[in-house]
């Protein structure tokens, strides 16, 4: 599928990409102000709830699966986020059950794939360390639950999917993020996940409610890293860095510090925004858009005022 875009005078709404069987619901959907407002990209790879009939009916057990794969309603969290603050925003409707937009199209666990694989080089037949836990390029199995298929899935299955949605989303992000950097001299990817709480959150070692990702530093200046991590200690919110998550695929591919282009993943535990059942919105979905948008015009303003920093001296 090729782009279609909506506008209102201010914004627009792109979308691309195409769901497999999904009767031409776009694999993702950009927001974008005409003219950027912030030099920030918030990217939500693994919310997507579009699932289409033929991909539930080869799940054993998609009541459970579906839910505890996605990042669920972590986008609710970053539409209210990008409307208050103009950043442009990047939200996949491709469930990650169909495949995982935080894996490199590499890591396939191919003892899921039948049929013929001469679209792969050599190179692409081994197993990454993701595909072996169970979490690679398309989920094969999660604990308490086992397999999560009924069946292999077909190479040319697997070559669809990539092409129609992981290839059009990583563009379109690239693409987006690039637009940014060349309007404000830097930009910022904020990679927007959730996770399941890691602890009970009170007493001695209380579990965090945040983890700032950055790849060791690697993917974002470590300033940006410094500031979320101090703004969540501001707002008295548990905040840890790059443990247990410190990023994956996508910062790999789009940080790129030394062309001005930051890369940051922040999990939120879903207890904070979701009902008690993990489920369904709940009552601190607005006060965690709150937060999270104060994170992000502190590094709005960080990323700004370091890229002018830049120009002025490279006068």
């Known amino acids: 599928m090729s782009e279609r875009e909506t506008a209102s005078p201010d914004s627009q709404a792109i979308t691309g990409g195409s769901i497999p069987g999904g009767e031409g619901q776009p694999a993702y959907v950009l927001h974008r102000q005409k003219t950027s407002a912030i030099p920030i990209l918030i990217a939500v790879p693994h919310a997507g709830r579009e699932y289409p009939a033929s991909l539930v009916n080869r799940m054993r057990h ?21 409307d208050a603050t103009g950043a442009a925003l990047l939200v996949a409707n491709a469930p990650r059950a169909m495949i995982d937009l935080n894996r490199s199209p590499e890591d396939i666990d191919w003892e899921m794939i039948s049929g013929p694989r001469s679209g792969y080089v050599r190179s692409r037949l081994a197993a990454g360390r993701r595909s072996r836990s169970g979490l690679g390029l398309v989920p094969r199995r999660l604990p308490g639950l086992g397999e999560l298929w009924r069946q292999r899935l077909p190479a040319a299955d697997l070559s669809r999917r990539i092409e129609e949605v992981h290839a059009p989303y990583h563009l379109a992000l690239s693409q987006t993020l690039e637009h940014v950097r060349d309007r404000w001299g830097a930009a910022l990817l904020l ?3 959730s996770m399941p709480p890691l602890g009970p959150k ?23 890293a410094s500031i979320a991590l101090d703004h969540f200690e501001i707002k008295g919110a548990r905040a840890a860095h790059n443990r247990p998550y410190a990023g994956g695929y996508v910062l790999d591919r789009h940080g790129a510090p030394a062309r001005g282009l930051s890369a940051i993943q922040l999990e939120i535990c879903r207890a904070i925004y979701l009902d008690p059942q993990l489920r369904e919105p709940g009552e601190g979905l607005d006060d965690v858009a709150e937060l999270v948008t104060g994170l992000v015009l502190r590094l709005a303003s960080a990323v700004e005022s370091n890229a002018r920093g830049f120009s002025q001296a490279a006068e």
């Open 62 to 82: 998609p009541g459970e699966a579906a839910p505890r794969l996605e990042d669920r309603y972590v986008d609710l969290v970053a539409r209210k986020v990008a």
């Open 191 to 193: 990679d927007l996940h």
């Open 202 to 224: 009170a007493g001695v070692g209380a579990a965090v409610d945040f983890v700032v990702g950055d790849r060791f530093g690697a993917s974002c200046e470590g300033h940006l």
